[in-house]
């Protein structure tokens, strides 16, 4: 009897795990392919801005690297009220200032315009949907935690691939200003309705991480010994934000961040005019930038699942190692094909490292205080992302080629990987 009631009590689990730690799952892969796609579309805004109001690169540079600046440095605080509050009044408020800031986009006419609507107004909303993706998967699963992020964030991906070639197309047919406010109408109503779905962490409803259930008092002794065998296997040592940033480990993983990230959106707001500087067409830059966006899905799939297996770091250094490949490479392209290989290379190391980050964080400072942990060092380390297209718009501006700033792209991956060697979990007794 007490068999058979552990069978139908294992696939009672099974049912469970599937229901609601990976139905989230998908739900934060849609969010994220809706704010991460209107993300990679300014790349696609960028020439018909330079067209209309002939500004200069730096300038419109300017305004995503205030747009990064932002949504980094606001991961610490919606991080923390993530963690108070729960994922969805923070997600919902979100989608209103991400859909909002987009669709302003079509009222600007100064360079001033663009770093407030979007600079501003936009990265407020963009903060919030990342800080409310990453640390829920981390907070649902430990086991499969890397697969589950890279799947999650294999929306990221999927919506690089679809939006900006949809942003493209409706740029030709219908201009860029009516463009902007459907595509910001778009973000508003998909982010808002998925808020209303997203369950912060497994306890909530009754179970454990990984789906598990937990066993209440009266079933059987075999089934009483198994849950004890797991909840000490999944005991974590679980430390807040203002614990972190004391330990050695926090700082080696945010310094290693901040030189993985400093350059990693050139190519998101640089590769459509870089491409149509070498003389390729508008069709193969918009190609590459699909391309991209699909090769970093599979990067965030297939990293996440081989970091459960041969560890964090081991995944990490083999992303890192092609990403520092493809800045060298794209200082000698001059072809489509050579392009695409860049686009091919670069996108899987981008989503790779994506998809490994909040997993380590997790791995090394537990779950309670996920979201908490993973703003504080997204928004020291992110804060980089916001000077490499800045610093990339200036380089071209003084030399007329992104050379230099390929250059710098290498070497500051190399230097990550350095940093990579020395980090390490931090030591702290486990707490009953």
Not at 89 to 116: D, K, Q, R, T
Not at 395 to 417: E, P
């Amino acid at each position: 009897m007490f068999v058979v009631s552990d069978l139908m009590e294992q696939k009672e689990n099974s049912t469970q795990k599937f229901f609601y730690g990976w139905v989230i799952t998908g739900l934060v892969s849609l969010n994220l392919a809706m704010a991460y796609g209107a993300q990679y579309s300014f790349g696609v805004l960028f020439p018909s801005l330079i067209e209309e109001f002939k500004w200069n690169r730096q300038s419109l540079s300017g305004a995503f690297s205030l747009y990064t600046f932002m949504y980094s440095v606001l991961g610490v605080i919606l991080g923390r009220w993530t963690d108070r509050f729960g994922p969805r009044i923070i997600l919902l408020l979100g989608s209103a200032f991400l859909g909002m800031g987009i669709g302003l986009i079509s009222l600007v006419n100064a360079p001033w315009h663009l770093y407030v609507v979007y600079g501003l107004l936009a990265s407020w909303g963009m903060s919030a949907t990342y800080i409310t993706a990453s640390p829920i998967i981390v907070k649902w699963f430990i086991a499969q935690r890397g697969l589950a992020v890279g799947l999650a964030q294999s929306g990221l991906g999927i919506g690089i691939i679809i939006i900006p070639p949809i942003t493209g197309a409706l740029i030709a047919a219908l201009g860029w200003r009516p463009t902007c406010v459907i595509l910001g109408a778009a973000v508003f109503i998909v982010l808002c309705a998925t808020s209303f779905f997203l369950i912060g962490y497994p306890e909530k409803i009754g179970l454990l991480p990984d789906g598990r259930q937990k066993i209440m008092s009266g079933k059987s002794s075999s089934a009483a010994r198994s849950e004890e065998t797991y909840e000490a296997i999944y005991k974590e040592v679980n430390w807040s934000a203002a614990e972190a940033i004391h330990t050695r480990s926090f700082w080696v993983l945010t310094a290693l961040f901040f030189c993985a990230w400093l350059f990693v959106f050139l190519p998101l707001v640089h590769l459509v005019v870089f491409a149509m500087d070498i003389g390729l067409s508008r069709e193969s830059a918009l190609i590459s930038l699909s391309i991209l966006g699909g090769s970093s899905t599979l990067g965030r799939l297939i990293t996440g699942y081989i970091s459960d297996r041969i560890g964090r770091k081991q995944a990490l250094a083999i992303t890192i190692c092609m990403q520092v490949f493809s800045w060298f490479w794209i200082m000698g392209t001059s072809t489509s094909w050579m392009l695409f290989l860049f686009a091919v290379v670069f996108g899987f190391s981008y989503g790779g490292v994506s998809a490994v980050f909040p997993a380590i964080i997790g791995d090394h400072f537990g779950r309670l205080k996920a979201a908490s942990v993973i703003g504080a060092i997204f928004t020291l380390a992110g804060t980089a992302a916001a000077f490499g297209p800045l610093f990339a718009g200036y380089i071209h501006d003084v030399t007329h080629n992104y050379q230099m700033a390929f250059l710098c792209g290498a070497l500051s991956n190399l230097l990550s990987l350095v940093l990579l060697i020395f980090s390490k979990p931090p030591e702290r007794t486990v707490r009953s």
